[in-house]
């Protein structure tokens, strides 16, 4: 079964500056996807970026980018110049070839102005 | 741009009853999901759909749980008995293909 931790149950950062949210996963897979989804206080769950499994290269999108380490199951987001905005929880989600979606326990990021 | 809609966007219910949750998909999406979030904690797998059957179904998706595709549009969710612990966010999500899951804006069920 495939597993997904996020180690940090909590993070803050002041506005502007950069932070990295760390998620690991467990599988014996070779081809999957990853995602990190946002989850402001709505509660609606918002794409944030995604990445290939098969894909060398790290995934941006805009202020958003990741580290994938496939070798080391490593998929850590970096959000750089903070928003307020960005206040929300973040979710790491894996999900192999035509299948569901699992889910790390999430990091709640703190923006501060 | 297309989006996955739920309806409703709460529903409050005694336990025992039966409660359907309605989620249009994106129309060229072809597999549909359930998750749930009980408050507080990470987002759970339910129930995936395709091609007019479950594909797969998590522990959680016991007997209580039905899910149903009632016309080209609509994917529900039916829960027959109610019970206290039901009581969740419950998101739907569609995918085209190999690709990206679009969720719901979720439905939040209170079970009283």
């Known amino acids: 079964a495939q597993t997904v931790t996020q180690s940090q149950p909590e993070m803050s950062v002041q506005e502007a500056e950069t932070v990295t949210l760390s998620c690991t996963y467990d599988t014996s897979e070779n081809n999957y996807y990853l995602f990190w989804y946002k989850q402001p206080p709505s509660r609606q769950m918002i794409l944030v970026i995604r990445?290939?499994?098969?894909?060398?290269q790290n995934a941006t999108e805009n202020r958003f980018s990741v580290n994938f380490q496939k070798a080391a199951k490593s998929f850590s987001l970096k959000i750089s110049d903070s928003q307020l905005g960005d206040t929300a929880m973040y979710f790491c989600?894996?999900?192999?070839?035509?299948?569901?979606?699992?889910f790390g326990a999430g990091t709640r990021l703190t923006v501060k102005p | 741009e297309p989006e996955v809609t739920q309806t409703p966007s709460h529903q409050v219910t005694q336990m025992g009853q039966e409660v359907i949750l309605r989620c249009v998909p994106i129309?060229?999406?072809?597999?549909f999901y359930w998750y749930r979030q009980i408050l507080g904690q990470k987002v759970e797998f339910l129930v995936s759909f395709y091609n007019n059957e479950i594909s797969e179904k998590s522990e959680i998706f016991d007997d209580q749980f039905s899910v149903e595709r009632p016309d080209g549009s609509n994917f529900t969710l039916k829960i027959r008995s109610t019970k206290l612990e039901d009581s969740a966010m419950y998101f739907c999500a569609s995918r085209e293909g190999m690709d990206t899951q679009y969720f719901g804006p979720g439905t939040r069920l209170t079970v009283l």
């Open positions: 129309s060229n999406h072809l597999y």
């Open positions: 990445q290939e499994a098969y894909k060398q």
């Open positions: 989600a894996f999900m192999k070839h035509s299948n569901d979606m699992r």
